[in-house]
C-alpha cells in the first residue's frame, strides 16, 4: 500500500508543479522541478502559486 501511497503523493506533487509552471507559460526545467518537489515533501501545504507569483519571472511576464 505504501507504493502506491507514493506514486499518489508524487503524482500530486508533479501536478502542482506542472500547473505552477503554467503561470510562468512554460514547462518546468529539471533544476526548478527538483526544488519545488524538494520544497512540497518537506510541506505539502507549501503555496506554489502565491511562491511563483513573486518570482521575477513571472512579474517579467506578467507586468502590473
Do not use: C, H, M
Not at 17 to 25: E, F, P, Q, V
Not at 32 to 57: H, M, R, V
Amino acid at each position: 500500500a505504501s507504493d502506491v501511497y507514493k506514486r499518489q503523493k508524487q503524482s500530486s506533487i508533479d501536478t502542482a508543479i506542472t500547473d505552477a509552471y503554467k503561470l510562468l507559460g512554460r514547462k518546468p526545467d529539471s533544476e526548478g522541478y527538483d526544488y519545488w518537489a524538494k520544497q512540497l515533501k518537506l510541506d505539502p501545504t507549501f503555496d506554489l502559486a502565491s511562491s511563483f507569483k513573486q518570482s521575477e519571472e513571472y512579474k517579467y511576464k506578467n507586468p502590473t
